[in-house]
């Protein structure tokens, strides 16, 4: 059974930095695509950062180049260095899989972020 166990959130102040990471176990073989979503209270959950097992990214709209996700695929972990936080960053961010293309997405159980002086 694969299992998501993220790590790296809490509180931190404006303008200050956070790495998130999130590792998969009970995978066999690499995985497709791992990334991270967030929801903060009264919103949609969104897309934060993702990779590809190739090295193919993609981020969120609001990122403006404050994050950089990245993996090591031989661990079957990602990271997301968030840079630059603002308040408005703060939410709960969740570890997103997709183990095969298709697949459906497996999710870690949320990490909280809290940027605020």
């Known amino acids: 059974q694969v299992q998501l166990v993220e790590s790296g959130g809490g509180l931190v102040q404006p303008g200050g930095s956070l790495r998130l990471s999130c590792a998969a176990s009970?995978?066999?073989?690499?995985?497709?695509?791992m990334g991270w979503y967030r929801q903060a209270p009264g919103k949609q959950r969104e897309l934060v950062a993702s990779i590809t097992s190739g090295g193919s990214t993609n981020y969120g709209d609001f990122v403006k180049g404050r994050f950089t996700i990245s993996r090591d695929n031989a661990k079957n972990t990602a990271y997301v260095q968030m840079n630059s936080l603002k308040p408005e960053d703060t939410a709960i961010y969740y570890c997103n899989v997709r183990l095969r293309i298709g697949a459906s997405p497996l999710w870690g159980q949320g990490t909280q972020v809290t940027v605020s002086s």
């Open positions: 009970g995978v066999i073989g690499s995985i497709y695509v």
